[in-house]
Nanobody, 115 residues
Framework: QVQLVESGGGLVQPWGSLRLSCAVS????????LGWYRQAPGKERELFAS???????NYGDFVKGRFNISKDTSKRTVDLQMNSLEIEDTAVYYC?????????WGQGTQVTVSS
């Protein structure tokens, strides 16, 4: 069983920053691709950041250099640093692990950007 646990969500003002963390086993982090999705109210869940086992990163177009995904092997987390947050970034953020036989999700963490 693969467990993913997100933390770090909350309320932040526009142009502020927030750091999300996803606790994941060292083996899964080292071996498989990990990603961050988000789902805004009334919208579909969308992938916007991923990092593979080699450390290669990919981002959705709307990120525009504002977010950075990284692995912290000492803490056994995959982190998402989000800067210059906009109201449109308000959503539930999910961590995801891509294993050959299935994908696994965390429970999600709410990020609200509001003044």
């Amino acid at each position: 069983q693969v467990q993913l646990v997100e933390s770090g969500g909350g309320l932040v003002q526009p142009w502020g920053s927030l750091r999300l963390s996803c606790a994941v086993s060292e083996y899964v982090s080292r071996t498989y691709t990990l990603g961050w999705y988000r789902q805004a109210p009334g919208k579909e869940r969308e992938l916007f950041a991923s990092v593979d086992s080699h450390g290669n990163k990919n981002y959705g177009d709307f990120v525009k250099g504002r977010f950075n995904i990284s692995k912290d092997t000492s803490k056994r987390t995959v982190d998402l640093q989000m800067n210059s947050l906009e109201i449109e970034d308000t959503a539930v953020y999910y961590c995801h692990a891509y294993l050959p036989w299935a994908g696994y999700w965390g429970q999600g963490t709410q990020v609200t950007v509001s003044s």
